[in-house]
């Protein structure tokens, strides 16, 4: 029985300091009148992150033929954004060097 407990208590204290990385934006920005412009804000959180600076590597319409990918830094509060050109809204955010990804879809 204390095995078993000692083991409970490491899992769950090894899972509450994983890893974790969230879009928690992601939307068209209108520059003109044109409702096909495909410039979009990204924005997203890491939590539980082991260094800082947190490189976040994002893939925008990864499934197209020509998905593009943008890289950048996530702040000592753990929030990054960015601005991308999308034609699928789709994304995908990854930690790097880390197998730790979200996915999101534009709203």
């Known amino acids: 029985m204390k095995t078993f407990l000692a083991a409970a208590l490491l899992v769950s204290s090894v899972s509450a300091f994983a890893t974790s990385i ?22 997203g959180k890491v939590e539980g992150a082991t260094s800082v600076p947190t490189f976040i590597q994002i893939k925008i319409d990864k499934t197209s033929k020509g998905y593009s990918s943008y890289n950048t830094i996530a702040g000592e509060d753990g929030k990054f954004c960015l601005a991308v050109i999308t034609y699928r809204g789709t994304a995908e955010a990854s930690i790097m060097g880390t197998n730790v990804a979200t996915e999101g879809l534009i709203r």
């Open 22 to 43: 969230k879009i928690t934006d992601f939307y068209f920005i209108r520059t003109s009148t044109d409702l096909r412009a495909p410039l979009a804000d990204l924005c």
